[in-house]
C-alpha cells in the first residue's frame, strides 16, 4: 500500500480522536495507525460513574501501541476550555476527530461538549513555551488559518507549526430542518447543531455522516431474532421486519468507516479524482475544505437484505478479492444449519420513538441517504460489502440465535 507523505497532506502528523475508545473512535484509531506509519494518535478516557456499565476506559482495558497515547479519566465535561487546550497543546496536535455519544449525554449536554472541544481547538498554540507550572502557556492568540495566508493564498502549513489547524467532525443530517419542523429527531439534530457551531468557526473542516451500522445486525437497533423450526434444531427462520415504507436503508461497517474517515483526517490526496477525470488535487486540503462526506457501503431494501443473509449464511464464501479487509469463511460445513428469512417492509409511521420520525426522514429523502455510498466509494472503493460482512460474523449470528431460543 502506498501513503502519501505528510507534506501531501498538510503536514498533519499528530492527531486528537475524541471518543477514541468508542465504537467509531476505535475504528478512526485503528485505521490511522495502520494506514499512516509516521503519525501519532491521542485519545482521552473518562471515569466510569456510579451506575455505569463498565467502559473502555481503563488503563487495564484500553488499546496499547507505541503510537497511541491515551489521557485516562479526562472528563472533557467537567474541565474548562482552557485545560482541554492545555492537553492538545501539550501534544501540539495538528488535527482532531471529534465524535459525541448522544445516547450518553443527550442533546443539550452533547451540544455544549461539542461546542467546548471546537473552541479549544481554536485556542490552541505550539508547546513553545512554558508557564511557571511548566505546563504549556495557551493563550487565545491562534496561529495564521491552514485556509488562508497572510497575503490571502492558499497555504500548506508544514508539521513544525502549532495549533489544531483540521477538524472532522462526525455528524448526522439536520431531521428538524429537512422537514420543515415535522420531524425533529435529537439524536441527529443535536450533531447538527455541533456541524453548524463548527462552520461559523472555521473554515478547515470536514464533516462525516454515518449511515446504519452493520453491527447494528448483531445488538443495534435493526437486531436480528431468529425463530427456530418446530422439531428441528438446525434450521432457523429469521424475519426483517424494519419501517422503511418501502424503501432502502444505507448500511456501513464501522471498520471501514474508520478507513475512509482516517482519509479524510489526513487529508489523503491518493484516491482522488475531480470527478471529470482530471488529474488529482496537489494536495488533500484542498480537496477536504468545507466538504461533507455520507459513509455508506450499500443501498438496499428489506427484501434484498433478506436475500443477502440468507445466502451468506447458508453458502459462506467470501466475495471480496484483494482488500485490506480478507474474509475468512467458516470451517462448518454449510449444511449444518440452514437459515431462512422473511421480509416485511413495514410503513415508517409504524415504527416506535424516539425513533420514528428517524425512519421516516430516511424514507422521505432517501436519494439523500443513498448518495452516502457514492461518496464512499469516492473515499475507500474496496469497502466492505454487507453479504461479506455477514459471512465474517455468521458464526455470532448462530450463537445469538441459539441463546434467543433459551
Known amino acids: 500500500k502506498i501513503f502519501p507523505p505528510m507534506d501531501a497532506r498538510g503536514g498533519l502528523g499528530r492527531v486528537f480522536v475524541v471518543g477514541g475508545l468508542g465504537r467509531q473512535g476505535r475504528g478512526v484509531i485503528d485505521a490511522l495507525l495502520s494506514m499512516y506509519p509516521d503519525i501519532h494518535v491521542y485519545t482521552s478516557t473518562r471515569s466510569c460513574q456510579p451506575g455505569e456499565p463498565s467502559p473502555l476506559a481503563t488503563p487495564d482495558s484500553a488499546p496499547t501501541h507505541d503510537r497511541l497515547s491515551i489521557e485516562h479519566d479526562f472528563d472533557a465535561e467537567q474541565k474548562s476550555v482552557e485545560e482541554i487546550a492545555r492537553l492538545l497543546s501539550e501534544h501540539n496536535v495538528q488535527a482532531m476527530f471529534l465524535n459525541l455519544d448522544f445516547w450518553a449525554l443527550g442533546k443539550d449536554r452533547e451540544v455544549a461538549l461539542g461546542r467546548k472541544w471546537i473552541d479549544a481547538a481554536m485556542m490552541t498554540t505550539s508547546p513553545t513555551?512554558?508557564?511557571?507550572t511548566g505546563t504549556a502557556a495557551v493563550t487565545t492568540a491562534t496561529t495564521t488559518p491552514l485556509s488562508m495566508s497572510d497575503d490571502g493564498k492558499e497555504t500548506v502549513p508544514t508539521s513544525s507549526s502549532g495549533g489544531v489547524r483540521w477538524i472532522v467532525y462526525s455528524g448526522l443530517e439536520r431531521c428538524n430542518e429537512l422537514s420543515n419542523g415535522?420531524?425533529?429527531?435529537d439524536a441527529f439534530d443535536s450533531k447538527a447543531d455541533v456541524a453548524d457551531y463548527l462552520r461559523s468557526k472555521t473554515?478547515?473542516?470536514a464533516i462525516v455522516k454515518f449511515s446504519t451500522y452493520f453491527e447494528n445486525f448483531l445488538n443495534g437497533h435493526t437486531r436480528l431474532k431468529a425463530q427456530r423450526v418446530d422439531g428441528d434444531n438446525n434450521r432457523y427462520i429469521v424475519p426483517f421486519r424494519f419501517p422503511t415504507s418501502g424503501g432502502g436503508i444505507t448500511f456501513v461497517p464501522v471498520h471501514d468507516a474508520g478507513r475512509a474517515i482516517a482519509r479524510v483526517l489526513m487529508c489523503d490526496p491518493c484516491v482522488f479524482h475531480t470527478g471529470s477525470g482530471g488529474e488529482p488535487p496537489t494536495d488533500g486540503i484542498s480537496f477536504y475544505r468545507g466538504r461533507e462526506f455520507g459513509l455508506g457501503s450499500e443501498h438496499l431494501t428489506v427484501p434484498e437484505l433478506a436475500r443477502v443473509f440468507e445466502d451468506a449464511m447458508n453458502n459462506h464464501r467470501s466475495s471480496t478479492q484483494d482488500c485490506d479487509h480478507p474474509v475468512a469463511a467458516s470451517d462448518e460445513p454449510a449444511a449444518a444449519v440452514v437459515v431462512q428469512t422473511t421480509s416485511?417492509?413495514?410503513a415508517a409511521e409504524t415504527a416506535p420513538p424516539p425513533g420514528?420520525?428517524?425512519?421516516?426522514?430516511?424514507h422521505e429523502?432517501?436519494?439523500?441517504?443513498r448518495q452516502y455510498v457514492?461518496?464512499?466509494?469516492?473515499?475507500?472503493?474496496?469497502?466492505?460489502r454487507l453479504r461479506d460482512w455477514f459471512v465474517v460474523n455468521r458464526n455470532k449470528f448462530l450463537s445469538e440465535f441459539q441463546q434467543q431460543q433459551c
Do not use: A, G
Request: charged share 25%; net charge negative.
Open 374 to 384: 457514492n461518496d464512499s466509494q469516492l473515499l475507500l472503493p474496496d469497502m466492505m
Open 129 to 132: 513555551t512554558s508557564n511557571t
Open 356 to 362: 420514528r420520525n428517524m425512519w421516516i426522514v430516511k
Open 182 to 185: 415535522r420531524l425533529p429527531f
Open 365 to 369: 429523502f432517501e436519494p439523500l441517504f
Open 203 to 205: 473554515k478547515d473542516y
Open 344 to 346: 416485511d417492509e413495514l
